[in-house]
């Protein structure tokens, strides 16, 4: 028990740079006092029968704390909450080791239905301020989920989620390896989608260039032909009226 409280601050103060001391850790980390009132009191109560109890004082901790961890919840191995205030964890959720969550993030079920109904996180996954993760999904080994996104689909490892709901976006030629906090380091997927159409139309120009240079070189016109320009001072040729004559009148456009 003393082993884990000790992975517990560390992994607190290698996460978070205003962990100046052990003290300010004990003191001053309600995330840190959610974990440890969850896995030595509410989660026990809960595993032997004791569900009501457990509840009681997990909604006790959730008023000190601001963090809601159901006691049925399941949790790893240096588990950060950065914050902590509105984070709220559902029943059947599966928490892998080294996982950081911040402020305002839910794990949470969706519908009625019984059985596993909350999302697994598997090893180095980090959750960004504001998200929402729902249903009974899998959240791959440190793929991150940007901030205020929802989440209602499997996400693979090593991928970044953003937008509502979320789309993955992988980060090319780059794999995350250990436990990644930047989440605010996040691909744009309109921005991308421009510059996509960007270099799609620069390659057709230079294809065009290229085709216009070798008709030159045989005398052929390029294509398409060009404009012949009225001489300077010479008036544009007015082109001839369209009409039509229908039920004795004669119709002009």
Known sequence: MFERMREDIQAVKERDPAATSTVSVLLNYPGLH??????????????????????SVSQFVRTWTGVEIHPGATIGRRFFIDHGMGV???ETTIIGEDCTLYQGVTLGGTGKESGKRHPTLEDCVVVGVGASVLGNIVLGKGSKVGGGAVVIDDVPPNSTVVGVPGRVVVRAGE???????????LPDPVVEMFRCLTRRMERMERRLATDEGLGAERGEPPF????EEAPAGAKAQESEPIGFEAE?????I
């Open 224 to 227: 398409p032909p060009a404009v």
């Open 34 to 55: 959610s974990i440890w009132w969850h896995r030595g009191v509410t989660g026990p109560l809960h595993r032997a029968g004791h569900v009501f109890l457990a509840r």
């Open 175 to 185: 794999r995350v390896e250990a436990i990644d906090l930047h989440h605010e380091d």
């Open 88 to 90: 709220v964890i559902g």
């Open 248 to 252: 004795g009148w004669y119709w002009q």
